[in-house]
């Protein structure tokens, strides 16, 4: 499975920006995705997480962008998106995309998933 990130970009605090990831290869055996990020000195956290193998509109948040980010899929066009709105400075980081082949009772660590993206630049600006 590969992963392309992209969308990142500078945007203005209180400004809204859409990150994508598009998968190819073998699409067809991805359980789940997700985005993470990863400020400089720190380490990579949770954003979001979205079912691909099933039907399901349970969608995972970080309590950081809840009410905030809204991650969503198309697959027609094997893709997930990142709606980023209300950014402020601290949403600042590189933004990964995440692909997990097998079924987990959580998709919240790094650990869970299988591939990666190249990551994404987001920079928030005060």
């Known amino acids: 499975v590969q992963l392309q990130a992209s969308g990142g970009g500078l945007v203005q605090a209180g400004g809204s920006l859409r990150l994508s990831c598009a998968a190819s290869g073998r699409t067809f055996s991805v359980y789940n995705m997700g985005w993470f990020r990863q400020a400089p000195g720190k380490e990579r956290e949770f954003v979001a997480s979205i079912p691909i193998a099933w039907n399901s509109r349970s969608t995972y948040y970080a309590d950081s962008v809840k009410g905030r980010f809204t991650v969503s899929r198309d697959n027609a066009k094997n893709t997930i998106y990142l709606q980023m709105s209300s950014a402020s400075p601290e949403d600042t980081a590189v933004y990964y995309c995440?692909?997990?082949?097998?079924?987990?009772?959580?998709?919240?660590?790094?650990?869970?998933?299988?591939?990666w993206g190249q990551g994404t630049q987001v920079t928030v600006s005060s």
């Open positions: 995440a692909a997990a082949l097998s079924y987990r009772s959580s998709y919240y660590s790094p650990r869970d998933y299988d591939y």
